[in-house]
């Protein structure tokens, strides 16, 4: 258990733009960051980070609270995990308890496929610094690539010596269960007979974008034919190599800083440069580019720049997943290093100015490269010309930008010597056919969905519910302000008929709220809002003012989401910049008291309609009683007065 001290330090020292940042690209809004949803894939920002009230929101899947609850939701921590996450990257000394056996029981099969694999990359690193085997031919392989000590420890590199259940038996020793080592992939079982799938590898271990081992990559050092010269961890619950890139762990904030990735093949290529000074890097670790892997980036930046080495083969197969970079909304450049180099070999073999140099002159906008490389293979064939014409085409189709697409197409007319007119004709062929596509699939689904909305019911809103919530907004958002209210005391007049007449008064928002319901004896009905509710009338009794953030940190995980959503919910306004469109919104503080005010009317003209309704329920279940009839016409007076000061027609 990590003392509660700890827990005290990280949530005063963490900052949740700062934790987030490492992981979305976030830009100013205001007195807010906003950035793409790193749990949806969407092009137009709806996540949105609050520095003031150390909270965030990610309004296109519902999900919200502070750092660790980000943690939680986006690494799947677990809380213990995200507060020992957070104390790392703060420098916090964590002080724990020792964990009884019972709670290591409940801990999480992940959680211990986590901790094998990490296990398994420091056995791997000491096999390569301790062990003769490891130091004669792991530390020599590495040494001889280039990589410093520095490099090597920093990325975690190791050696699995060359004996066939030397790891798994020591594994075993150290008290891992079987079970897990077998599910992350790095002991093969097979009946009775278990042995080490990486023996004789040097060993990267392929990080999560938090740091967490998720899986492995080995190559063999021997001329084995029959062996394959890289092995990957197979899938498992913690590894999904589509959705992972080698390396982001340590490019993510070079990535956002730089505003550019590059895009390697191998894990060699990326430490060697990052070794060179050149982080923002990473790699799909030889498997072909997914869609999940370019969204991790899109986290980040726009701008991707794929590095191919000089094999004109794979360069064609790699040139699949510039289409995916380009639906994908992003800005995609294209380099290709001399025959016989790639990114690791030109990094190492070339001074940094002179690596950045030759970036410079030899980068190119991908229509360019893609054109030019295509005509190589068509030459002097028509048919084939053809082909790589509609082949770039359909690239450009993929552009989201029109001015993009023009310029695109302009340069692919100059390169191909084709009339624009020819590819603006075939490129709006092309969209059409889309658009055809997309509206049949929208028909399609219209059709399922009204299938299915003639057989749902209509649901009504819990006007109660809405009342409650929007109390406690205005009491978490504006409880310490002071503001003047306008009372109305009910009086009789000589007639003898009730009179509503105001009563102006000085008063904190908080004083107003809690006498005015402590009067009417109302108590929130929802049980969440009741303990946030007295939570911060104690708060704000106690001292005057309510530290948003402290506060959250104070309420369990359930009831912290649900106070987060209330309280960034204005926040989704700044995300359509309606100044942009000269369209500028009133400051809700300037009409704090009147909001305030209209809120606990409303909840008590709905709990007298209630009292009202039961009333009329007694009249149908028992003989008609004059008394009752009497009582339901003093409320219904009271509801036409509430109903007139609300300026409503009941």
Excluded at 55 to 73: C, P, Q, R, T, Y
Excluded at 130 to 144: D, M, V
Excluded at 159 to 170: G, K, M, Q, S
Aim: proline share 2%; aromatic share 10%; hydrophobic share 35%.
């Amino acid at each position: 258990m990590i003392s509660k001290s700890t827990i005290d330090a990280v949530f005063d020292i963490s900052r949740v733009e700062e934790v987030i940042g490492d992981f979305v690209q976030l830009k100013k809004s205001g007195s807010n960051f906003k950035g793409l949803s790193p749990f949806s894939d969407e092009r137009t920002p709806s996540f949105m980070v609050s520095p003031v009230k150390q909270i965030w929101k990610d309004f296109s899947s519902g999900k919200g609270g502070n750092a660790v609850a980000f943690l939680m939701e986006h690494e799947h921590f677990t809380y213990p995990e995200a507060i020992k996450y957070l104390a790392n990257k703060y420098g916090i000394e964590i002080e724990e308890t020792e964990r009884t056996d019972e709670e290591k029981a409940l801990a999480s099969e992940k959680e211990s496929m986590y901790l094998v694999s990490e296990y398994a990359k420091k056995y791997h690193q000491e096999i390569l610094w301790e062990a003769p085997q490891g130091k004669a031919i792991g530390l020599t392989y590495f040494k001889e690539r280039g990589f410093t000590t520095e490099t090597i420890k920093k990325f975690g590199l190791g050696y699995a010596l060359d004996e066939w259940d030397a790891f798994t038996n020591t594994a075993l020793k150290e008290g891992y269960n079987l079970n897990y080592l077998s599910k992350t992939g790095l002991t093969i079982v097979k009946e009775e007979k278990r042995f080490d799938r990486f023996k004789g590898r040097v060993m990267f271990p392929i990080h999560s974008m938090s740091g967490r081992v998720l899986g492995f990559g080995g190559r063999i050092l021997t001329n084995d034919k029959k062996a394959a010269k890289y092995l990957n961890s197979p899938e498992s619950d913690i590894y999904h190599k589509s959705k992972v890139l080698y390396g982001l762990y340590y490019a993510k904030q070079a990535i956002a800083k730089e505003d550019n990735c590059y895009l390697v093949e191998g894990y060699t290529d990326v430490i060697q440069m990052h070794q060179a000074g050149i982080h923002n890097v990473v790699s799909s670790s030889g498997t072909a580019l997914t869609s999940e892997q370019i969204r991790l980036i899109n986290r980040l930046t726009k701008n991707i720049t794929v590095l191919y080495d000089g094999d004109a083969a794979g360069i064609r197969a790699s040139l699949r997943g510039v289409d995916l970079i380009l639906e994908q909304g992003m800005n995609v450049r294209v380099c290709t290093f001399p025959e016989g180099e790639d990114p690791d070999s030109f990094t190492k073999n070339n001074a940094l100015e002179d690596v950045l140099e030759y970036f410079e002159n030899n980068i190119k906008d991908f229509i360019s490269y893609k054109a030019s490389l295509l005509m190589e293979v068509a030459k002097n064939d028509p048919i084939k010309k053809a082909e790589v014409i509609n082949d770039m085409m359909s690239s450009i189709s993929k552009v989201s930008d029109r001015i993009k697409q023009e310029l695109y197409l302009r340069e692919t007319s100059r390169i191909m010597d084709i009339s624009e007119e020819v590819l603006f004709a075939t490129l709006a062929q092309l969209l059409n056919k889309e658009i055809k596509e997309t509206n049949k699939k929208t028909k399609q689904e219209k059709k399922t969905f009204e299938v299915i909305k003639t057989e749902k019911k209509s649901e009504t809103v819990d006007v109660q519910y809405v009342l409650e919530r929007k109390i406690i907004e205005i009491l978490l958002l504006y409880g310490s302000m002071e503001a003047t209210f306008e009372d109305l005391i009910l009086k009789e007049n000589d007639e003898g008929e009730l009179k509503m007449e105001p009563e102006l008064y000085e008063a904190r928002v908080y004083e107003k709220l809690f006498l005015d319901l402590q009067q009417d004896e109302i108590d929130l009905a929802n049980e969440k809002f009741k303990i946030v509710y007295y939570s911060a009338i104690e708060k704000l009794n106690e001292t005057g003012e309510l530290q948003l953030d402290t506060f959250i940190n104070e309420l369990s995980p359930e009831i912290a989401s649900e106070v987060t959503d209330i309280l960034m919910r204005e926040e989704q306004y700044e995300l359509h910049s309606w100044e942009t469109q000269n369209i500028f919104v009133k400051p809700k503080e300037e009409t704090i008291n009147k909001l305030t005010s209209d809120t606990i009317l409303n909840l008590r003209r709905k709990l007298i309609f209630e009292k009202i309704q039961r009333l009329m329920n007694q009249t149908i279940d028992v003989e008609f009683n004059e008394s009752i009839l009497e009582e339901v016409n003093e409320y219904n007076k009271l509801v036409n007065f509430l109903s007139e000061h609300l300026k409503r027609v009941i």
